[in-house]
């Protein structure tokens, strides 16, 4: 068996692609399954016991997949080391196989069973920032299969600060895949009800944690090379990163679309992402500009008999006379509009409304990563006044 599997270990790039083939359409024969889903609720998060999470962890090292909260958002884990259970993956979340996975570790010793080195930057980025929410990408070794990293020889390694989460891999004993548990091209999750909403009855457990703290996904550095790239901005911003690093490089997919034609450092970036049912509009300029166009356009759109959503904050919010208001947070805490985004584009998808208008942030600390969710749900649709 061991000989069978190190077999398809080996395969190279063009048996990688006939494999793909196969598993779309396995993925495609599943979708009708459905199971049953256990809903496991963890009374208090800070105070997780063991016993809370025993039976997920069997049911990760048996191959199964478990839903679990971490600090950025939930995740749909499955051993990282099981190409079946990648594959499961993929099939639950509706996702392109060539997007790869970012593999969960509870600590340093677990990250030697993955990657074939640490390079000096990874080295000192662990020291500053894990436990926490940044993900690294390293030369991945040979027993992490093709089907966890999409393809690429190189595996995307986190190590969470999320109690349940660590709690829930060291338990495991496997490293945990795990993108966000929502279906592919859904919003992420931030709460286990999102969970439920998109993969009830196509995984086998859903731990709910309550709501996660951060609310957008881990930041993501390639230090696999010469030079670290920031390939998806997050929560550990391009500021801190350079504090311990200097200089840091910016993969250009972050800052726009990307064609079609080009496979990306990241390639999870070539994907249409946190996309809301209504077309959404983003709006930069000067704040009482901001306001005023989105007060002229939705008088037009409520004309022409639309539904309109409307993302403001704390600070705009009795500056809206029409339409739906959704408040994203405060602009003097941006971390309340990065807790918020996810959930506020879910509701805006539960109301029903035809198209959405968004307020605008500052690009720099926390604000590259709301922004970079926010021109990714509107499409690049942005409009400067
Ligand atoms: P998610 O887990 O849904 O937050 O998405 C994982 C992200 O990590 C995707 O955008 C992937 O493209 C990125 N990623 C994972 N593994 C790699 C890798 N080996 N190289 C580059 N990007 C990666
Ligand atoms: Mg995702």
Redesign the pocket.
Known sequence: MRLVLSFFRKIDKAGFEGKRAGLAGMAYKRKGREMETRIVKIKDKAAVRDEELLEAAEVLRNGGLVAFPTETVYGLGGNALDERAAEKIYAAKGRPSD????AHISCMEELSGLVREIPEAGKKLAAAYWPGPL?M?FPKKENVPYET?GG?D???VRMPSDPVASRLIRLAGVPVAA??ANTSGRPSPTRAEHVIEDLNGKIDMIIDGGQVGIGV?ST?V?VSGPVPVL??PGAVTMEMLETVLGHVEVDPAISGPVSKDVRP?????KYRHYAPKADMTLVEGEMERVIQYINEETRKARQAGKTVGIICTEESRGQYPEGILEVIGSREHEETVAHNLFAVLRDFDRREVDCIFSESFSRDQLGQAIMNRLCKAAGYHIIKV
């Open positions: 997007n790869p996975l970012i993900t990408i990293t690429l190189t595996v995307a993108p966000s996904e993501i390639d390939l998806r450092k990241a390639p999870g970036m």
